[in-house]
T-cell receptor, first 116, second 115 residues
Framework: GAGVSQSPSNKVTEKGKDVELRCDPI?????LYWYRQSLGQGLEFLIY????????KSGLPSDRFSAERTGGSVSTLTIQRTQQEDSAVYLCASSLSSGTRPAEQYFGPGTRLTVT | DQQVKQNSPSLSVQEGRISILNCDYTNSMFDYFLWYKKYPAEGPTFLISISSIKDKNEDGRFTVFLNKSAKHLSLHIVPSQPGDSAVYFCAASDRGGGSNYKLTFGKGTLLTVNP
């Protein structure tokens, strides 16, 4: 079956431009996560969607970052007025409902964002 | 403030020998721990996990040990194979904190298994 897919795989943008990153989760997975991995760092939690519940946006680093998940499936992460420090690999993951223990998260290949 | 630390950025072992990857954490509220493996240009894949009520969990060649008093866990791979060469991330969760989905990751350790 298809795994988590992300597009584009690579994105180079100029400082100040807006970018949109897309994530297609595994069909049937109700939970969706966005992470960011900057150079030499671990994965940094950004945002979490679970079904129709309000998303947990506590990891978003600034108000330039936003994400939505339409129809409980596809998600888009938008970064407005990009800065050089936004350069990173943005990873999306999905899982079945998290339940009482951290659900096994299935990751996409990531989008490498470079802000010049 | 790094709550999950993987102090060895890299590790090199011979094929057939044991690989031991270490992870330390500072948040005593963490009660569930996971290891992920990542190949270049791919997303991380789940490997093995352990709850804080256990001190050992084994799955084939992979064993995770948890020492709660020392806030330390380790992943043992025996025997190591060249295909195990990847970056290994340690992650932790505070299930009691109401956000059991939120994982805190270490920076990763690059394991190289030499034939």
């Amino acid at each position: 079956g298809a795994g988590v897919s992300q597009s584009p795989s690579n994105k180079v943008t100029e400082k100040g431009k807006d970018v949109e990153l897309r994530c297609d989760p595994i069909s049937g997975h109700t939970a969706l996560y966005w992470y960011r991995q900057s150079l030499g760092q671990g994965l940094e939690f950004l945002i979490y969607f679970q079904g129709n519940s309000a998303p947990d946006k506590s990891g978003l680093p600034s108000d330039r970052f936003s994400a939505e998940r339409t129809g409980g499936s596809v998600s888009t992460l938008t970064i407005q007025r990009t800065q050089q420090e936004d350069s990173a690999v943005y990873l999306c993951a999905s899982s079945l409902s998290s339940g009482t223990r951290p659900a096994e998260q299935y990751f996409g290949p990531g989008t490498r964002l470079t802000v010049t | 403030d790094q709550q999950v630390k993987q102090n060895s950025p890299s590790l090199s072992v011979q094929e057939g020998r044991i690989s031991i990857l270490n992870c330390d954490y500072t948040n005593s509220m963490f009660d569930y721990f996971l290891w992920y493996k990542k190949y270049p240009a791919e997303g991380p894949t789940f490997l093995i996990s352990i709850s804080s009520i256990k001190d050992k969990n084994e799955d084939g060649r992979f064993t995770v040990f948890l020492n709660k008093s020392a806030k330390h866990l380790s992943l043992h791979i025996v025997p190591s194979q060249p295909g195990d060469s990847a970056v290994y991330f340690c992650a932790a969760s505070d299930r009691g904190g109401g956000s059991n989905y939120k994982l805190t990751f270490g920076k990763g350790t690059l394991l190289t298994v030499n034939p």
